[in-house]
């Protein structure tokens, strides 16, 4: 990270949401889990999540391809993979300015 940069932990987030929600810690807690276990449900699926002026969390597949072993140099096959990815919508964007 980037000098005086900082993260926010999940217990943070559930604090933060427990505040401005007026909801308690457990609720709060109980909320974000959910929401996490639809989305990751979803990827699961190949299905896209979009959070309207948020962004859109979606699986992306990489393409096989060959590598090289770093310690030998030796060609090594790598397979086509699924992965999760993020696409920041207009308002997070303008908001991160």
């Known amino acids: 990270m980037k000098g005086g940069e ?26 974000l889990n959910a929401l996490l276990g639809v989305v990751t449900e979803e990827l699961a699926k190949g299905n896209k999540v979009t959070l309207t002026g948020f962004g859109t969390f979606l699986v992306r597949t990489r393409a096989a391809r060959m590598g090289r072993n ?28």
Do not use: C, Y
Request: net charge negative; aromatic share 2%.
């Open 6 to 31: 900082s993260q926010m932990t999940k217990s943070q987030i559930v604090e933060e949401l427990a505040e401005r929600a007026d909801l308690t810690k457990r609720a709060a807690e109980d909320a």
């Open 70 to 97: 770093p310690q030998t140099g030796e060609p090594i096959h790598i397979p086509e993979q699924v992965t999760p990815a993020f696409r920041a919508g207009s308002a997070l964007k303008e908001a991160v300015k």
